[in-house]
């Protein structure tokens, strides 16, 4: 059974940087698309970015686009998002998705606090 386990959550100041990592087991994770999301208290989750399989493709939700980067490290089975020049409305609880149809896998959540 695939799992995903997120880190690197946290309180920052507006200006500040963080870089969450999403740690993949027991599937094959070079095979599958990697996705970040975010989700705020009562909202739906938004799909923030997006990277193929083999990092030739990405994909950024308008309000992140030059503050975010999405990577993806097939020999660690990790998926990364900078995120740089963060801003209060970037507060929200992150996840990340691997996907490859008709399989999907879910983590479990990392929180992002922007305040000063």
């Known amino acids: 059974q695939g799992k995903l386990v997120e880190s690197g959550g946290g309180s920052v100041q507006p200006g500040g940087s963080l870089r969450l990592s999403c740690v993949a087991s027991g599937f094959s994770f070079s095979h599958y698309d990697m996705r970040w999301y975010r989700q705020a208290p009562g909202k739906e989750r938004v799909r923030i970015a997006t990277?193929?399989?083999?990092?030739?493709?990405?994909n950024y939700e308008d309000s992140v686009t030059d503050r975010f980067t999405i990577s993806k490290d097939n020999a660690k089975n990790t998926a990364y998002l900078q995120m740089n020049s963060l801003k209060p409305k970037d507060a929200d609880v992150y996840y990340c998705q691997a996907s490859r149809s008709p399989y999907e896998y879910w983590g479990q959540g990392t929180q992002v606090t922007v305040s000063s």
């Open positions: 990277i193929s399989s083999a990092s030739i493709i990405y």
